[in-house]
């Protein structure tokens, strides 16, 4: 399924902060094995219908951390809180009116709270599934240090349950499209229970927000997965192909990973405040922000 010839976005992955990670957590085992550690970024993406759109959209795709601890034990580097990361593209938190969590992980999902008009969608059996392994630890003190709490913020999800008790959580079941031409796609133990990327049709084609379904383009280059996961690895390159055929081989570019430095490499950037801003796509009429910066 794909959306309408008429929808256009204009799409900005903004880094938020950055850290270092052993590079075969990223880049996958053994290939990348006793190669040190990697620069990362923290990033989410910025989707708004294009200017002549009869009705402006601003979608956020994962929202960041509140808190900077890694499962490391190192505290991130450079961290900007939404309201400073958005204005770098002429955004205000107030504007998101459209949240999709890729998943839960605290990095992509811990700061929902700061987009006080968005309507939030995630996948059901990533918020069910989590809130049961969360329920089954009998002592949560190790944090970060317990496998299955390594990448998850107690705190967070118990914020998160509150808003969907609030009712503004859509609790997805499957595939679902959120704006016109913007669709969440199921990507089922693959990461996580319940990941989803995010595909945007353009008036150029398709671009996928990836979350970590990909955490580096060599992930999707090489079809070799991370050696940090949480699901199942043969679904995860079966998601790569999937999403390699969506937007074409020799296209890779218009796939958003979760961590990779090179989307300010091979997108048009610029520098603001203390991080990169991509400048992925712009929607007809839409103005460079790079060009002014």
Not at 86 to 105: N, Q
Not at 211 to 222: F, M, P, S, T
């Amino acid at each position: 399924m794909t959306g309408p010839r008429s929808a256009d976005y204009s799409i900005w992955t903004c880094c938020y902060a950055r850290g270092r990670i052993p590079t075969d957590m990223m880049g996958g085992c053994p290939i990348c094995s006793n190669q040190g550690m990697s620069d990362i970024p923290m990033a989410y993406s910025l989707i708004a219908s294009g200017p002549s759109a009869a009705e402006r959209r601003v979608i956020l795709v994962d929202c960041g951390f509140k808190s900077g601890d890694s499962m490391t034990g190192n505290r991130f580097q450079n961290i900007e809180m939404p309201d400073a990361v958005l204005s770098k593209t002429g955004f205000r938190p107030e504007d998101v009116d459209t949240l999709v969590l890729t998943h839960l992980h605290f990095d992509h999902a811990g700061n929902f709270d700061a987009f006080p008009n968005a309507r939030i969608y995630v996948q059901r059996v990533e918020y069910e599934k989590w809130r049961q392994v969360i329920a089954s630890i009998p002592d949560l003190s190790a944090g970060k240090q317990h496998w299955a709490l390594s990448s998850m913020d107690v705190e967070a999800l118990e914020r998160f349950g509150k808003a969907v008790d609030a009712g503004r959580v859509t609790l997805l079941e499957g595939d679902g499209e959120v704006a016109p031409g913007v669709f969440c796609r199921l990507a089922a133990d693959t990461h996580t229970f319940g990941s989803q990327w995010v595909e945007v049709q353009t008036h150029s084609g398709p671009y996928v927000i990836a979350g970590d379904c990909v955490y580096w383009y060599a992930n999707i280059e090489r079809m070799w997965p991370p050696g940090y996961l949480q699901g199942n690895p043969w679904n995860l390159v079966s998601t790569y192909e999937r999403l390699r055929s969506l937007v074409g081989p020799e296209r890779i570019e218009r796939i958003i990973p979760g961590h990779d430095m090179q989307i300010f490499s091979r997108h048009r950037n610029w520098m603001a405040g203390l991080n990169p801003v991509a400048e992925v796509h712009l929607a007809e009429g839409e103005r460079s922000r790079a060009t002014s910066s």
